[in-house]
């Protein structure tokens, strides 16, 4: 390829023998304290504890969030319109991840969801019920949020989500409770 | 655009489990790309390189490599992406007009640190962290069956890209030899392990230890060093929004889009019969499809009906890829440096005919969140 003289530096580096060793080390990143801000999310959280569902709507481009960014990547802006999302949503994608119990050496199965709430154009990662069966599962699927026992205005307040035949049963905003 | 010309490169063969040092493997890729143009230290006047601080285990990682990686008392920096975004870097070094030569060289070891963990912490430490529902492949399992259903393409379709990147692989003799197989059938790739359905254990480009270099000059004095400079003559990226939530995982936005910027600035108009080669970085099988479409080389969801082996209509990672071993911040620049060998007729084994325009891509973040796009052309081939 050259048009220079060739070096042969390179020659000694290709015998094979044993070069290194390895020493074993930590790196304590685990530690690390992440801050993040809550104020676009008080609102979300306070509704989710009266059962109920809002987005964060773009001003600019209606874009609507869920759960809420603090800032639309589209308009760079802050979101500052809520609006009421209904209770059914659709699934997006989902896969079924295998990972295994460092305790019990067991493999477990977990199906996951990106899962878009109907009313909002973002989707949210999360499970759904554990009886369905995911053989039956498709993109597409018709859900309704399955709400935890005792509300706590967290995002585990959102149980998991159950499949449902008729989204027309549910068009009905949640009532508060 | 003033012309800026690869003249040399070197990739060291792909291990899991490397009998090296970090800074010896380093030092072979910088020396072998060097050696490869028939230049010395003093000529060298920027290097940048590509590596993560996580991989490496130490912060600020590249302030460790200044004699290895041919950066003593030069210019020198480091961009903690791919080695094709480092590529970018050294481009707009050698463009502002104050550089003859610039080093780029990018790899790691992921047999030093548990590669799946690292990239856990790619993940958003408040939102997805705690429920550890996002991983790396998980997040690839959602991209799979978006694509899938969204257009109807089957787990075999996905799998002919591995059976063919494989076999590809096999040719390559710096491939990672675990990824080499000759043999291998549609069914081995279907029953393998399930990783995150419906991905397979064969469906994911394995992390292996690797590091690469590849050398950057202006046209006059590329022209000085060979014969055969491969040009640039187009370079777009992007960046999708991190949250996956957010995105369409059945498509590539960013990818689009760096392929539109590329193809202006090389003046591509017609990408499927004007371009002969794609190296392109896919993380898993099905985004080698989702990219192919993403680029103009296939209509949306009908890139697997392409005819992309070596000798077909347009060869797509005849080198087998990156699922011919994946060296994690390596991997796009290796995609390049194939572009390259294939532009210059020094693919042994795996040479495509008549090649005289080339792609070649690179990718960080989960579902290839960015992407870079190269136009490659020249090479006296
Ligand atoms: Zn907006």
Redesign the interface.
């Given at each position: 390829?050259?048009?220079?003289?060739?070096?042969k530096?390179?020659e000694y580096?290709k015998k094979?023998y044993?070069?290194?060793r390895?020493m074993p080390?930590s790196?304590y990143?685990n530690s690390?304290k992440?801050k993040?801000n809550v104020t676009h999310m008080k609102p979300f959280l306070d509704k989710l504890k009266e059962g109920k569902l809002v987005g964060l709507q773009c001003s600019n481009c209606n874009r609507v969030?869920f759960?809420p960014?603090l800032v639309c990547?589209n308009c760079l802006i802050k979101p500052d319109r809520w609006v009421d999302l209904r209770e059914t949503a659709t699934i997006?994608?989902?896969?079924?991840?295998?990972l295994k119990d460092e305790a019990t050496g067991k493999i477990i199965e977990?199906p996951?969801a990106?899962i878009r709430q109907d009313g909002c154009d973002?989707?949210?990662?999360?499970?759904l019920a554990p009886e369905i069966n995911?053989e039956d599962a498709?993109?597409?699927m018709p859900l309704k949020i399955h709400w935890a026992d005792n509300l706590e205005g967290s995002?585990s307040d959102i149980k998991y989500y159950d499949v449902i035949d008729d989204k027309s049963k549910d068009m009905a905003l949640r009532e508060k409770k | 655009m003033e012309k800026v010309g690869i003249v040399?490169y070197y990739q060291v063969k792909l291990a899991s489990d490397a009998?090296?040092?970090r800074y010896?493997m380093i030092?072979?890729a910088v020396?072998?790309a060097?050696?490869?143009?028939?230049?010395k230290k003093k000529d060298i006047t920027t290097v940048i390189s590509a590596t993560n601080d996580?991989y490496d285990?130490r912060t600020i990682s590249n302030c460790f490599t200044v004699e290895v990686g041919g950066g003593y008392m030069a210019d020198e920096s480091k961009v903690e992406m791919d080695g094709a975004h480092a590529m970018l870097y050294g481009l707009m070094r050698i463009l502002s007009g104050n550089h003859k030569l610039a080093v780029i060289w990018a790899g790691s070891m992921p047999s030093?640190f548990p590669y799946h963990s690292a990239r856990l912490?790619e993940t958003d430490?408040?939102?997805?962290r705690p429920?550890a529902?996002?991983?790396d492949?998980?997040a690839?399992?959602?991209?799979?069956?978006?694509y899938m259903?969204?257009y109807g393409v089957s787990a075999e379709d996905i799998a002919k890209v591995v059976v063919k990147n494989k076999k590809n692989a096999a040719k390559n003799s710096l491939a990672l030899p675990e990824a080499q197989m000759a043999d291998i059938t549609l069914s081995d790739v279907l029953n393998s392990e399930?990783?995150?359905?419906?991905?397979t254990e064969l469906m994911y480009a394995q992390p292996c230890d690797g590091v690469a270099a590849l050398l950057l000059a202006p046209e006059h004095h590329a022209l000085?060093?060979?014969?055969?400079p491969v040009w640039i003559t187009g370079v777009g990226w992007n960046q999708d929004?991190y949250?996956?939530?957010?995105r369409d995982?059945?498509r590539n936005k960013s990818m689009e889009l760096a392929g539109k910027m590329a193809y202006d600035a090389a003046s591509i108009k017609d990408p499927a019969n004007e371009i002969d080669v794609a190296e392109l970085s896919e993380a898993f099988a099905h985004e080698e499809l989702i990219f192919a479409e993403a680029l103009g080389l296939a209509e949306a969801g009908k890139a697997s009906t392409l005819n992309s082996g070596i000798d077909g209509d347009i060869a797509i990672n005849p080198s087998g890829g990156a699922l011919g071993g994946n060296p994690p911040c390596a991997t796009g620049l290796i995609r390049i440096i194939e572009a390259v060998k294939q532009l210059?007729g020094?693919a042994n084994g795996y040479q495509v005919k008549n090649v005289k325009k080339a792609i070649a891509s690179g990718q960080i973040g989960m579902c290839a969140q960015n992407n870079i796009l190269y136009v490659l052309e020249g090479g006296g081939n």
């Open positions: 390829m050259s048009k220079m003289t060739r070096r530096s390179m580096i094979e044993a070069r290194t390895t080390a790196w990143l690390y992440y993040y969030s759960p960014k990547g997006a994608t989902y896969t079924i991840t295998y977990k996951i990106c973002t989707t949210i990662i999360t499970e995911y498709y993109v597409g995002l | 040399g009998n090296y040092g010896e030092f072979e020396r072998g060097i050696d490869h143009a028939g230049l996580y285990g030093c912490y430490p408040t939102w997805e429920s529902l996002v991983t492949i998980s690839g399992g959602f991209q799979m069956r978006a259903e969204k399930i990783f995150a359905d419906p991905v000085k060093i060979t014969d055969k929004p949250y996956l939530g957010d995982l059945s210059q020094e």
